[in-house]
C-alpha cells in the first residue's frame, strides 16, 4: 500500500472500512522506514518483528468484534528519548547505545493499550539537545524535501517520518521547541502541549521544568486525536494532571475563526528573520483575517530574554539530570582504576560535545558564588516571561508568530557555530518558559523550502490553537500540498 501522504484520520477510517488491515499497515511502514534508513535516516530502529506480532494480534480483535479503540491497529514511530519495554533506548547517545528499556513511558502504555503499534525509534539530537539532529551519535537524519539540508532537531527523526511516510504520526519531545522547530522545516504539523497535560513517565529527562511529549503529525485533526490518546494525570508524573471538563478537546474541531482575537507580538517580528519567512508568516495571519478573525498587536516586552533565560535554565537541569550517567548504574561503563576514574572515562567518552559543553555551562551557573547571578536570576526573568503572556492573553485569545527564523540549512552549516544553533530556538523557548501550549503547521514554501507559523495558547487551551490551526488548515486545502518529493 501507499504510505505517503496518508493521514492518521485516514489510516483510522481505513482500518474501520476493512480496507487494509493492521499487518498490511505495518509491512508497509516498516519497509518504508527500513528504506529510509540510509538515506533520510529517520529510524535508529525498526521493530519490525514485534510490531508484526501486534498488527497480527490487532487484525485477530478487530475480526472478533473487540477492536480496544479507534487506535487499533495503528503504527506510530517514538521518539528515542521514551522507553518501549525491550527495545533500545538510547536519546541519540554512545553512553546509552547498548541500553534497553525495562518498562513502557507512560504515552507508550497508553498507545498500545489502546491498539496502538510502535513501528521503530526515531533519530534525535543526543539527548534533545539540538536543533538539526546533527548531534545524533547516529549520524544526522535528513529533510526529505532537500536531502542535503538538516531536518531540524531535536526530533528530526520523527518529523522526517511523518514528512516522507514511514510512519502516518510520530512522538517527540519539546523542551525548547524540539517539536515544533522540525515540524516547521519539514512542512508537518508539531504540538507542545501545556506544561503538565502530558505525563513525562519513562520519558529521558533533559530539563524536567521544560519538557512535553508531543504529537507530530500530518494535519491539525491528527495532532488533536493523537494528543487525545496519551494526555491526563498519570500517578508517576506528580506534575500531570487531570483534563477538566473545560480543557477536552470537542469530538470535531472548529472549522471557523470567527470573532477569535490573535495577538501579534511586535517583538517577534523584527530583522533576523529570512525575508521569505517573515512573508509566508505575515500572510498566514491576513488569511485568518480574512477567515473572520481579529488581529492585534500585543506586547512580550521580556522576550528579548528568552534565549539567555532557557540557556541558563536548561543547561543548570541537564547537569542535575545527566549526573545518573555515571557508568555504574545506566549503559556504557569504561573502568578505570578508580571509582573517579570510571565515571570520567565513561563520561568523557559517552557524551558528546554539546552534551559536555551544556553539562559544563549547567554545573558552573549552579556552583556556589554563581548560583545568584545566573540561575536565580534567570528564575525571576523566566517569571516575567510568563507574567507578559499572562497580561496579553487578557486581550487575546492566542498569539500568533513564526516558528522559525529560517528555512532549513545546509547540513554542517552550523555544526561548529553552538551560538547560531542557539538562535533558531529564538522564538520556540519562551513557551517552554512559561510552561504555554503551542502549534506549527505549515504555511507556505520559500525558497521551495517549508516555513511553519506557530499559534501559542492559554496555559491548558489547545482547544483554542488547534480551532484555529483546523480552520486555517480547511481553507487551505488541508495541507495535502505540503508534501516532499520522494526520496530515500
Ligand atoms: N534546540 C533546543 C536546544 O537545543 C531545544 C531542544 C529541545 O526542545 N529538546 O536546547
Excluded at 491497529?73 to 533506548?89: F, Q, S, Y
Excluded at 578505570?336 to 559536555?356: D, M, N, Q
Aim: aromatic share 8%; proline share 5%.
Amino acid at each position: 500500500m501507499q504510505t505517503r501522504g496518508n493521514t492518521l484520520r485516514k489510516i483510522i477510517d481505513g482500518l474501520e472500512a476493512g480496507d487494509w488491515s493492521a499487518r498490511e499497515l505495518v509491512t508497509a511502514y516498516a519497509a518504508r522506514a527500513k528504506d529510509g534508513q540510509k538515506g533520510t535516516h529517520a529510524f535508529v530502529d525498526v521493530h519490525e518483528e514485534s510490531a508484526l506480532a501486534a498488527a497480527e494480534e490487532s487484525d485477530r480483535r478487530r475480526a472478533g468484534g473487540e477492536s480496544r479503540s479507534r487506535f487499533d491497529g495503528v503504527p506510530i514511530a517514538v521518539k528515542d528519548n521514551l522507553m518501549v519495554a525491550g527495545h533500545r533506548a538510547t536519546a541519540g547517545s554512545a553512553i546509552l547505545k547498548d541500553y534497553v528499556a525495562p518498562y513502557d513511558a507512560t504515552v507508550v502504555d497508553r498507545l498500545k493499550r489502546a491498539g496502538g503499534i510502535v513501528i521503530g525509534k526515531t533519530n534525535m539530537d543526543e539527548f534533545a539537545m539540538g536543533s538539526s539532529t546533527e548531534t545524533s551519535f547516529f549520524g544526522p537524519s535528513r529533510n526529505p524535501w532537500d536531502t542535503e539540508r538538516v531536518p531540524g532537531g531535536s526530533s528530526g527523526g520523527s518529523v522526517v517520518a511523518v514528512a516522507e511516510g514511514s510512519a502516518p504520526a510520530a512522538l517527540g519531545s519539546d523542551t525548547g521547541g524540539s517539536v515544533r522547530q522540525p515540524a516547521a522545516l519539514c512542512g508537518v504539523v508539531g504540538l507542545k502541549p501545556t506544561y503538565g497535560r502530558v505525563s513525562r513517565y519513562g520519558l529521558m529527562a533533559t530539563a524536567s521544568s521544560l519538557d512535553q511529549i508531543g504529537p507530530i503529525t500530518r494535519t491539525v485533526e491528527d495532532a488533536a486525536l493523537l494528543l487525545r490518546e496519551i494526555e491526563g494525570r498519570d500517578s508517576n508524573d506528580s506534575t500531570s494532571l487531570e483534563i477538566k471538563n473545560e480543557w477536552r478537546l470537542p469530538d470535531s474541531l472548529p472549522t471557523s475563526v470567527r470573532g477569535l482575537r490573535i495577538g501579534l507580538p511586535k517583538e517577534y517580528f523584527v530583522s533576523g528573520m529570512e525575508p521569505g519567512v517573515e512573508a509566508a508568516v505575515r500572510a498566514a495571519a491576513d488569511r485568518l483575517a480574512e477567515l473572520g478573525a481579529e488581529l492585534k498587536e500585543v506586547e512580550l516586552p521580556h522576550s528579548k530574554y528568552a534565549l539567555a533565560v532557557y540557556y541558563v535554565l536548561m543547561p543548570c537541569e541537564v547537569s542535575a539530570n545527566l549526573a545518573r550517567f555515571d557508568g555504574i548504574r545506566y549503559g556504557r561503563r569504561e573502568p578505570a582504576e578508580t571509582l573517579e576514574g570510571t565515571y570520567r572515562r565513561s563520561r568523557g567518552s559517552g557524551f558528546g560535545r554539546e552534551v559536555r559543553r551544556r553539562i559544563m555551562i549547567g554545573t558552573y551557573a549552579l556552583s556556589s558564588g554563581y548560583y545568584d547571578a545566573y540561575y536565580l536570576r534567570a528564575m525571576k526573568v523566566r517569571r516575567l516571561i510568563a507574567n507578559d503572556f499572562a497580561r496579553a492573553f487578557s486581550d487575546v485569545d492566542c498569539i500568533l508568530t513564526p516558528t522559525t527564523p529560517t528555512v532549513a540549512w545546509k547540513l554542517g552549516e552550523m555544526s561548529d557555530d553552538p551560538l547560531s544553533m542557539y538562535l533558531q530556538d529564538i522564538y520556540t523557548v519562551s513557551v517552554n518558559v512559561a510552561g504555554l501550549p503551542a502549534i506549527t503547521f505549515p504555511c507556505g514554501l520559500s525558497e521551495g523550502l517549508p516555513v511553519g507559523v506557530q499559534l501559542i495558547g492559554r496555559q491548558f487551551d489547545e482547544k483554542t490553537i488547534l480551532g484555529a490551526a483546523h480552520a486555517y488548515e480547511t481553507a487551505d486545502g488541508g495541507f495535502g500540498r505540503y508534501l516532499p518529493p520522494e526520496v530515500a
